[in-house]
């Protein structure tokens, strides 16, 4: 080969390099997972949880064998769970809870050795004392796997399985008159195992499956005092976070969280029938989905999640036949660091 060719085949590999040193580098992935003081009680899956100030309360659930009645306190402040009055009901996996004015309120669920395997019964838990009083049976048929949350001085409930169908109807419950009031019907898909994750008093519902097919939705909840206002808000198929979108919510029994007005999804059985570890961040503000780190425990479902002082934790859950009792925080903003 000549000199002419040499230097020529030389400029040609010099500028290959350059141009792939100018090639962009990928964003780091965001979200650290951390593992914390692990859960008191025996391992489950199907507990409940609720938060009233710096405390989040878990109990109930089901463990392979039995199904339980404990219930245990986690103090922010502290950092370790205690033991609290056990739930004075049937015990039961699969329940709904949340929290309004300082109170926890418990209900709904399952049990299979009971007559009546689905649960309609409803009770309400006084940190400041320490007590449990039954309330009003919920509205709707007895049912599990259904979503519930709070948003102001109200608690509403609605979807889930009832033994003979899914459902759409929803429910809201006054404390103040300990009354239950049919309001207007979910209007996606009728579903079991779906998710709720309230943001600026808002609740945006998703997930969850109705006979072996997965929920690819999204609404928007918003109460007011004189309506209630449902609005569709799943992107559509050619926006650039659609499959992130998919991804997210093709999924039940999965578990949610949110952090600094914006919500999260971890974990659940996806549409693949797998245990999923996944977690994507959604903003309301945008719209938009968004990949974050896995969850590094074992992968899960019928887990709890609870945040405390702007800190995400997720505790408990199945895979396959393994129940967990590992506490985990997340930090969804913090850039993954492999050494933790």
């Given amino acids: 080969m000549n000199k002419c060719k040499i230097l020529f085949t030389l400029l040609i590999f010099l500028n290959t390099v350059t141009s792939c040193s100018d090639d962009p580098v990928d964003e780091p992935t965001l979200g650290n997972w951390t593992r914390t003081t692990p859960f008191k009680g025996r391992p489950r899956s199907g507990a409940f949880v609720f938060t009233v100030g710096t405390k989040a309360f878990v109990g109930l659930g089901y463990d392979g064998d039995d199904y339980l009645s404990d219930f245990y306190e986690m103090d922010l402040n502290s950092g370790y769970w205690e033991a609290k009055k056990n739930f004075p009901g049937i015990p039961r996996e699969r329940a709904i809870a949340f929290s309004i004015d300082g109170k926890g309120y418990v209900g709904l669920g399952y049990n299979r050795d009971e007559d009546k395997e689905e649960l309609g019964d409803f009770w309400e838990y006084n940190p400041a004392s320490n007590t449990w009083k039954q309330i009003a049976t919920f509205g709707g048929t007895a049912r599990y796997n259904a979503i519930g949350f709070s948003i102001g001085s109200k608690g509403y409930i609605g979807t889930g399985y009832d033994g003979d169908e899914y459902n759409s109807d929803f429910w809201e419950y006054d404390p103040g008159t300990d009354l239950w009031k049919e309001i207007k019907s979910y ?20 997930a969850g499956r109705n006979n072996g097919l997965f929920n690819t939705d999204l609404w928007e909840f918003e109460p007011s005092d004189s309506d209630i206002i449902w609005t569709k808000r799943a992107p559509d198929d050619d926006e650039s976070y659609y499959d992130d979108f998919k991804a997210a919510v093709n999924r039940y029994d999965a578990m949610t969280f949110t952090v600094e007005d914006k919500g999260y999804i971890v974990g659940g059985i996806s549409s693949t029938g797998a245990t999923n570890g996944t977690v994507y961040q959604f903003d309301p503000a945008t719209a938009i989905w968004d990949a974050r780190t896995s969850f590094e425990g074992s992968a899960r479902s019928l887990a709890v999640a609870f945040v405390l002082e702007g800190r995400a934790f997720v505790a408990t859950g199945q895979n396959a036949s393994s129940r967990y009792d590992d506490v985990w925080e997340f930090k969804p903003n913090e850039e993954y660091d492999s050494s933790y």
């Fill in 187 to 206: 209007p996606g898909e009728k579903i079991e195992g779906g998710l709720a994750m309230v943001v600026g008093g808002k609740a945006y519902l998703c």
